[in-house]
């Protein structure tokens, strides 16, 4: 049993160990164990998880579905995800460049909010053509995001007020002001949420027929993974990428060097407010196509998961923001074809918050461990030494005494040779004398 502990644990350090590729192997370690957490709720309520799981596949568009409505297939649904991956792709973006320099962006959902509200303003419910408005549209969320992560950040540089109590009070703001202009001017009676905004205005093209089909085809997807890229580039290979970093390690550290802190920290707050503001607008103006008034978009804190399972890696963000989606978008399927909550993907994502949240205290446990199995192997490597040494001088001195041995019974043979050679003398000459 101890031998069969050992082999775990040391191929268990093998895969977590490797510091080159801890950032990777570890939130992935995190959502093993998150979707293994899953498995077991739902294996309580009476449900097969694994057919749970295919369903999220399924309804993410990644595995076909049984049947299909009319002018839907695989390709739609897939499309359909994409629509929704987008601003999530923007909204981790946002949450890891505030982390980055030591900020904790927790009001990702109310710049969403009013960054999707006011372009719905401006530009959604205007007559624009869709060569005008789009860009239009970006360039507001833009403007509109990056103003409300500038007044975070001044509010942290020249006050000193914490921007987590800062983001969650203009979230509350942005929630309640904008249900009241909506509710006041722009509610639709029917469905009593927001008006819907113009077809020309909006980052997704709707029901667009391609053979047979009606897809939604996401504008906004390219831009995504193009700005993953380009924030990639700016966090690693410019001085204010440097900058940032460096204030996120230590501020103190880096006033010493002469890095001009306040600003760094107004400017990542700034851009971080202007990637919220580009998913604000993907979502409102491009997912979906109105606001729900007093509805706090829950992508802004999913997105939080997603930058801590990224460890602030614009890339890995991608690759864990499509996994977070899957969750989100399957659900919905997933609850009318197993009878599932779809809430529980609510949960598994909270779980792996919960874990990701872990993940420095994994790689502390992991490297304590790893540390810990190098010190066993060198005692045990010294004590063979030891053992070895030991040998070998017990293995000298019987050589010695077998030489000595040997060498006695040489000397003793030869004193026998010579009393014998001498009795014979002895008797010759008797011999002679008679």
């Not at 369903?55 to 002018?71: D, F, V």
């Not at 009606?214 to 966090?235: E, N, S, T, W």
């Not at 890095?259 to 107004?266: D, E, T």
Request: one cysteine or more; proline letters at 3%.
């Amino acid at each position: 049993m101890k031998d069969n502990k050992t082999k775990e644990k040391s191929l268990l350090l093998s895969l977590l160990g490797q510091e080159k590729t801890q950032n990777i192997t570890i939130p992935v370690f995190a959502i093993v164990l998150s979707l293994f957490a899953g498995a077991v709720i739902i294996l309580l309520q009476g449900k097969n998880p694994l057919i749970a799981y295919m369903n999220l596949l399924q309804g993410s568009g990644i595995l076909p579905k049984e049947s299909y409505a009319g002018y839907k297939n695989i390709l739609t649904d897939f499309c359909s995800f994409l629509n929704a991956w987008t601003p999530m792709i923007f909204a981790s973006l946002a949450v890891a460049v505030a982390l980055r320099a030591g900020l904790f962006n927790i009001g990702v959902a109310g710049q969403m909010l009013t960054a999707g509200f006011v372009s719905s303003v401006f530009i959604g419910y205007s007559n624009l053509p869709a060569f005008l408005a789009k860009p239009l549209v970006i360039l507001i969320g833009i403007g509109v995001g990056m103003a409300l992560g500038a007044f975070i950040g001044v509010l942290k540089h020249r006050f000193n007020i914490n921007e987590v109590v800062s983001t969650i009070m203009v979230n509350y703001i942005a929630q309640y002001v904008i249900a009241f202009f909506i509710n006041t001017y722009y509610v639709n009676p029917t469905s009593r949420q927001s008006k819907p905004v113009s077809v020309a205005s909006r980052l997704t093209l709707m029901d667009t027929l391609v053979g047979n089909l009606k897809i939604d085809i996401p504008l906004a997807i390219v831009l995504a993974l193009l700005v993953a890229v380009l924030i990639q580039f700016v966090l690693d290979r410019t001085c204010f990428g440097f900058e940032i970093k460096s204030v996120g390690f230590s501020k103190k550290a880096s006033r010493y060097a002469g890095i001009p802190v306040g600003k760094n920290l107004v400017l990542t707050m700034a851009l971080s407010g202007a990637l919220s503001g580009l998913a604000g607008v993907s979502y409102y103006l491009g997912y979906f196509g109105s606001i729900q008034p007093r509805v706090l978009p829950s992508m802004g804190f999913d997105s939080i998961a997603v930058a801590l399972l990224g460890n602030s890696n614009p890339i890995g963000i991608v690759f864990f923001s499509f996994f977070i989606t899957i969750l989100s978008k399957g659900s919905t399927y997933m609850n009318s074809a197993s009878g599932l909550e779809s809430e529980i993907a609510s949960v598994i994502t909270g779980i792996i918050l919960l874990f990701s949240a872990c993940n420095a205290y994994i790689r502390y446990l992991v490297n304590k461990e790893k540390l810990e199995m190098e010190e066993r192997k060198k005692k045990q490597q010294e004590k063979r030494r030891a053992e070895g040494t030991e040998g070998e001088r017990k293995e000298k001195v019987e050589e010695i005494k077998n030489k000595e041995e040997n060498k006695n019974k040489e000397e003793n043979k030869e004193e026998k040779r010579a009393v014998e050679e001498d009795k014979g003398e002895t008797n010759v000459m008797e011999g002679g004398e008679a």
